[in-house]
């Protein structure tokens, strides 16, 4: 392990900077925000916000107010088409491609050279960096490490700024020692069709030791079944005997791990989860027996976060990282070195430690069920579907839920449109564990549903094998961040996945 030992000689400088804000969050946030100030003050925006005159952050909050995308969507415009010093002072050749899962609307998010260095490599780099600290006989720094790769192809506008989606730009930007720990080549990996991917990745990676592999669980799910139709092997392991490590992010890993566990029968096998979205790499666990996230506070990131039930007034009350409370329901406001400033992002978060600071992603502030004032969000349904799962031996592959309307004859309900790995025992009882759960979790839900007065059972549809994919296919959202989206407050998803089964069947 002789390349192992110069690696955490090499770590442990960043490992002791990582400890460092463990102890000194706030005054490392406020030294973030005021470079980041400093570094902008001459831009467009930094000139329009008087950031040469603002010397805390109470007054850069007083004069810079919060932005949606759609604020920010006509300066980030005007870089694409080549403008400079618009938001950020470098210059912004690199957008992210990021459709999101509340709406089929494109975002392009900006990508700094600072961003790709100091944020998104550094916490590739740093999950590394702590797992080998953990694990100090690893073989990921002399084997493969396999990454699915984004669906978009890099595209070069007129004025040579490139889209695409992040995981794309990061394979284009990555520097050239870790590419030769990577596999697929980077030309399989930035294949825009999906389908010829899979078959490219399946020929080339099953002859190389692979060890590790990073993505979104759902896809590459997708991936692992058709590498094992491929080899015809049982499992994965006996297609690559060493592989103990999935960096995994994008979407709740609970629906997903049970079936992870079938497909990797080793105890050798570790899972850790990150939250690296297209505006930047935010948390990362760093503890594999407990299911929550180190917010990492100096990747030239600041932060801020709003109570959810504060989203929507007129002026919401933002919160610094040192008042902030635990199991509380924030929505995350960011500041970056790629020019966004107090951009909310659109997850929400809750925070189960501040010594150090640990969240759990909750949600989306657009993606949850209130037709009727339950409130439900991501995280009470993935809960609740866990212990349904558990009551029932189910295992789930994919889902998404929104509202069933009142109308003269009925009251209302939510629909759950479901794909089971694994179909439950009784799908009657399913529904009832669901219900039962959703009303233990969601104290809303539960007035709801007392003498379904105002709510009514759960429905709930167990859909054939295949049934997302396909729907993702139709709607060209296959591969790299596209997601299926949870929950809803309308039946656009519900109404569209029905139609296609209908006909299908």
């Known amino acids: 392990m002789f390349i192992n030992s110069i690696v955490n000689s090499v770590n442990s400088g960043r490992l002791k900077k990582i400890d460092y804000f463990r102890k000194h969050p706030f005054s490392v946030q406020e030294v973030t925000l005021l470079e980041l ?22 007054g850069f909050q007083s004069t810079t107010p919060l932005q949606q995308y759609e604020d920010v969507k006509p300066y980030i415009d005007r870089i694409r088409k080549g403008e400079q010093n618009v938001l950020w002072p470098s210059p912004v050749q690199w957008f992210a491609k990021s459709s999101g899962t509340t709406g089929d609307k494109s975002k392009f998010i900006p990508v700094s050279k600072e961003a ?66 990577r596999s697929p080549s980077a030309k399989v990996a930035l294949l825009s069709d999906f389908d010829e991917k899979l078959q490219q990745i399946a020929k080339q990676s099953v002859k190389e030791h692979v060890v590790a592999f990073a993505g979104v669980p759902s896809w590459n799910m997708v991936l692992m079944k058709y590498i094992l139709d491929y080899t015809g092997k049982k499992n994965i392991m006996e297609v690559w005997p060493d592989m ?36 930047g790499f935010f948390a990362l666990q760093d503890d594999p027996q407990k299911n929550d996230m180190l917010l990492m ?37 960011i500041t970056t070195n790629a020019g966004l400033w107090r951009y909310i992002i659109g997850d929400t978060v809750v925070f189960t430690s501040t010594n150090p600071y640990k969240i759990k992603i909750s949600g989306r502030t657009r993606q949850y069920i209130n037709a009727f004032g339950e409130e439900v969000i991501v995280d009470n349904a993935e809960n609740a579907l866990k212990i349904a799962c558990s009551a029932t031996c189910a295992i789930i592959s994919e889902y998404t839920a929104g509202p069933v309307y009142m ?41 709801k549903r007392n003498k379904s007065i105002t709510l009514r059972m759960p429905i709930v549809h167990s859909l054939p094998k295949g049934a997302f994919y396909n729907w993702m296919k139709q709607r060209g959202k296959l591969g790299g961040q596209n997601k299926v989206p949870r929950l809803a407050n309308d039946r656009k998803y519900l109404d569209e996945l029905l139609s296609l089964q209908r006909s299908h069947y």
């Open 407 to 447: 109308d003269s004859n009925h009251n209302g309900a939510h629909e759950w449109l479901i794909e089971f790995e694994k179909e439950p025992d009784d799908l009657q009882l399913f529904t009832e564990k669901l219900d039962q759960a959703l009303c233990s979790l969601n104290s809303d839900y539960e007035a």
């Open 297 to 333: 506070l100096d990747y030239g990131v600041f932060y801020e976060f709003i109570p959810v039930n504060q989203l929507g007034k007129e002026s919401p009350q933002a919160l610094t990282v040192d008042r902030v409370e635990t199991n509380q329901n924030y929505a995350i406001v």
């Open 116 to 181: 790709l260095k100091t944020c998104h490599f550094r916490g590739g780099y740093d999950v590394l960096a702590i797992y080998a600290r953990q694990n100090p006989k690893t073989k990921i720094f002399t084997s493969k490490t396999l990454t699915l790769g984004g669906s978009h192809q890099i595209n070069l506008e007129e004025n040579h700024s490139c889209y695409g989606d992040l995981s794309a730009i990061l394979i284009e930007n990555i520097p050239r020692w870790a590419g030769l720990l």
């Open 244 to 279: 103990e490590l999935f960096i995994h992010g994008g979407v709740c890993f609970e629906p997903y791990r049970e079936q992870y566990r079938m497909l990797f029968p080793s105890s050798g096998m570790h899972y850790l989860e990150t939250y690296n979205a297209s505006e």
């Open 37 to 58: 100030i400093h570094q902008a003050k001459d831009t467009e925006w930094g000139k329009r916000h008087h950031f040469g005159k603002i010397r805390d952050i109470a």
